[in-house]
Nanobody
Framework: QVQLRESGGGLVQAGGSLRLSCVAS????????MGWFRQAPGKEREFVAA????????YNTDSVKGRFTISRDNAENTVYLQMNSLRPEDTAVYYC???????????WGQGTQVTVSS
């Protein structure tokens, strides 16, 4: 089992920045491919970004490329999502997730709310 806890969400004006953190406890953190997802009101949950086990590769959805950066610190069991140039359409609940590969995520956090005002 892996427990995930997100933090760092909040209210920010358009153009601002936030840094989300997700701390993992339980199994060895470096065993897991980590991802960030988001769900806006009335919409399905969507992929945002992912990072491989030791951070060698990252993946971002097109809408956040050049604005969001995913990173991880395996010594601290933490994955981050640095979000810059935020837009109102980035408003959502953001979830971190852990999986043994990049296709299936077995563990999910409770989510943290990000609200971007125009």
């Amino acid at each position: 089992q892996v427990q995930l806890r997100e933090s760092g969400g909040g209210l920010v004006q358009a153009g601002g920045s936030l840094r989300l953190s997700c701390v993992a406890s339980g199994r060895t953190f470096s065993r897991y491919f980590m991802g960030w997802f988001r769900q806006a009101p009335g919409k399905e949950r969507e992929f945002v970004a992912a990072i491989t086990w030791f951070g060698g590769s990252t993946y971002n959805t097109d809408s956040v490329k050049g604005r969001f950066t995913i990173s991880r610190d395996n010594a601290e069991n933490t994955v981050y999502l640095q979000m810059n140039s935020l837009r109102p359409e980035d408003t959502a609940v953001y979830y971190c997730a852990a999986g043994t590969n990049g296709k299936v995520y077995e563990y999910w956090g409770q989510g943290t709310q990000v609200t971007v005002s125009s």
